[in-house]
């Protein structure tokens, strides 16, 4: 029935599906590299948390006001998951805000 669905029109859902794969697949290409690597290092707990965390803010951090401005001004509805990924983006330098200018705001830098 998934199959059907999928053939039928929603190339949308197949193409996030396939990069969710070629997520995992890197993911693991990664863990085995890093496990295997020269031996001496090998993962616990802890350092699998680092890992899947690297690059991100830590949770709880709230958006910045620049970010969440542009987000209401741009979206019609927010808070939304759009509305809150466009405000993160502002917050981190990529997009302009509403001044027109690509800022970094901590802890986001």
Same mark, same amino acid.
Do not use: F, L, T, V
């Given at each position: 029935m998934i199959e059907e669905i999928l053939d039928? %029109?929603?190339d949308w859902?197949?193409?996030h599906i396939a990069e969710s794969k070629n997520n995992m697949d890197q993911v693991f290409d990664f863990m085995m590299n890093h496990i295997e690597g020269d %031996?001496?290092?090998h993962m616990d707990d802890n350092s699998f948390d680092d890992v899947i965390g690297e690059g991100? /803010? @830590?949770a709880g951090t709230k958006l910045c006001a620049r %970010? /969440?401005?542009?987000a209401k001004s741009k979206f019609k509805v927010y808070p939304s998951a759009y509305g809150n990924g466009f405000a993160v983006q502002v917050c981190q330098g990529r997009m302009k805000g509403l001044d %027109? /200018? @690509?800022r970094c705001?901590?802890?986001y830098c």
């Open positions: 039928n %029109g929603h859902a197949q193409d %031996g001496e290092q991100r /803010k @830590k %970010g /969440k401005a542009a %027109g /200018k @690509k705001s901590p802890p």
